[in-house]
């Protein structure tokens, strides 16, 4: 099994900046993929970043060019940073990372959500 504890987020004045940190621990053997999707009450959850175990990245049009999205390999963790936030980004924001178990298995795992409001 696979945990992802969240931290970060919260409230900011639009124009302010936040940041988002993701912690995998259990069994793990490396991780493929970390990122972050959002999810706002009704709708589909969307990608918002996502960041290999090579460092390619992957950003949704939206976000690009105000948020950066960064991982610690050896620990096992994924950074969001977001500036310039607007209203729009206000949403549940989940932390996802595509583990291989040490049995090499793989598995997909989310973190619980950590709430991000935007007030204009």
């Known amino acids: 099994q696979v945990q992802l504890v969240e931290s970060g987020g919260g409230l900011v004045q639009a124009g302010g900046s936040l940041g988002l940190s993701c912690a995998a621990s259990g069994n793990i053997c490396s991780i493929r993929s970390m990122g972050w999707y959002r999810q706002a009450p009704g709708k589909q959850r969307e990608l918002v970043a996502v960041i290999t175990d090579g460092g390619s990245t992957n950003y949704a049009d939206s976000v690009k060019g105000r948020f950066t999205i960064s991982r610690d390999n050896a620990k096992n963790t994924v950074h969001l940073q977001m500036n310039s936030l607007t209203p729009e980004d206000t949403d549940v924001y989940y932390c996802?990372?595509?583990?291989?178990?040490?049995?090499?298995?793989?598995?997909?795992?989310w973190g619980q959500g950590t709430q991000v409001t935007v007030s204009s």
């Open positions: 996802h990372a595509e583990v291989v178990h040490i049995s090499r298995s793989i598995g997909d795992y």
